[in-house]
């Protein structure tokens, strides 16, 4: 609204509905409420458990007012092309559950500021499964601190996911750069491989080969810290 | 990561850690060395002091205005103007010289909105003696450097 992309007629708060702001695990699901916030998330001794990358990626967004006000479902709704938390679902391998469906991380994220959602659709939860590794890496946009590039790298059972933000007009998996590290998870095994800057972002504050090249760099530092 | 420390016009010195990949370069050491010819109110004197350094490390590494080609400013907010933050920054260490100045009667020198050329030079100097080339123009953003480094990019 501020940025005059929506003027709805109505806002309704949905902040008081009890439990919607819950985080739980079952069945080795971690489940985080759409209204929890960043800061409740990062402060989470089940994320921390479950997943440190995730809790470390929700520390990381904004400022302190930003991460005490903002919530994961919020963040996901809104599909801002910079946003950490797309990332984090779709290298996570999340799905994102609403008061009608069930929907996987591929299928929410459309486009810039685009989802699956439908108009009246809310998101109630979001179901993180476990994955063995995992490390996110944000190098931030000097004025904005939304991330210029966004990196989130698991492995589970050998197979690599790598989501990308904040380069593109909607987070997306450099398949790639996952077949070549599912095959051999070593720095080496990507040195012949490159994202094509065609497709990405091009502002004041980077060129596109700027950000494929941060890209790359990125995904090096992931198995950098992840084989360590 | 290398760290290059340079001097300019005897009053600054800065030490920053430059990182090859993806060019960026943080100031990890800062100290702005100025005469103040009497400094009547020394914390004043030494914000002052900080104040000129911080926007000088703020030009020499990211601040710039962008303008489109029918001349309108595309940075006009602080999404998108790069200012450094206190945490961008690190303590600004000063030292206070005291050389009376002779035509006052307290001695004292302009200490107001301290000049901001040295940590340009200083800044450049040393992210040029990281870089191993010449900095011919400011500010020395990781896009920019990264040119340099790799003019295929």
């Known amino acids: 609204m501020k940025q005059r992309l929506s003027a709805p007629s109505d806002v309704i708060d949905l902040a008081k509905i009890p439990g919607l702001d819950a985080i739980t695990q079952a069945d080795d699901v971690l ?26 990626l929700a520390g990381g967004i904004g400022d302190r007012q930003v991460r005490n006000r903002g919530t994961i479902g919020g963040s996901l709704a809104n599909n801002d092309p910079a ?18 469906r069930t929907i996987t991380a591929e299928a929410f994220f459309k486009a810039m500021f685009e989802t699956a959602l439908e108009p009246d659709e809310i998101i109630q939860a979001v179901h993180f499964p476990q994955v063995e590794q995992a490390v996110y890496l944000k190098f931030p946009n000097p004025a904005s601190r939304y991330a210029m590039v966004g990196v989130m790298l698991t492995r589970t059972a050998g197979e690599v996911r ?49 950000r494929a090249h941060l890209c790359k760099v990125l995904i090096k530092r992931g198995v950098e810290a992840l084989s360590a | 990561m290398r ?32 005469d103040a010819g009497k400094a009547i109110h020394p914390g004043y ?14 030009w020499a590494l990211n601040e710039e205005y962008v303008y489109s080609k029918d001349g309108v400013m595309e940075n006009a907010g602080f999404l998108d103007y790069r200012i450094p933050l206190a945490s961008d920054l690190p303590e600004i260490e000063t030292i206070i010289v005291e050389v009376p100045n002779s035509f006052h009667p307290f001695g004292v ?23 191993g080339q010449p900095i011919s123009s400011l500010p020395c953003s990781p896009p920019k450097i990264l040119k340099l480094l790799m003019p295929e990019i």
């Not at chain 2, 920053?16 to 800062?30: M, S």
């Open chain 1, 31 to 56: 489940q985080i409420g759409a209204m929890a916030t960043h800061a409740k998330v990062t402060a989470s001794s089940l994320v921390q458990e479950h997943c440190a990358a995730l809790a470390s």
């Open chain 2, 45 to 58: 004197v030494e914000g002052q002091f900080q104040g000129g350094a911080v926007q000088g490390i703020g």
């Open chain 2, 3 to 34: 760290a290059a420390r340079a001097l300019a016009l005897r009053s600054t010195s800065a030490t920053l850690r430059w990182t090859k990949k993806p060019a960026k370069t943080d100031a990890v050491r800062y100290t702005a060395i100025q």
């Open chain 1, 162 to 210: 790598v989501a990308i933000t904040g380069a593109a007009a909607s987070v997306f998996r450099a398949a790639a750069f996952e077949e070549a590290l599912t095959s051999d998870f070593r720095i080496s095994a990507i040195d012949a491989v490159t994202l094509s800057a065609e497709t990405l972002n091009a502002d004041m504050h980077a060129s596109a080969e700027y």
């Open chain 1, 83 to 100: 946003a950490d938390y797309p990332a984090a679902v779709l290298g996570l391998n999340a799905e994102i559950v609403t008061d009608r």
């Open chain 2, 109 to 131: 020198r302009g200490v107001g909105e301290t000049g901001i050329i040295p940590p340009l030079a200083a800044v450049g100097t040393a992210v040029a003696e990281a870089i």
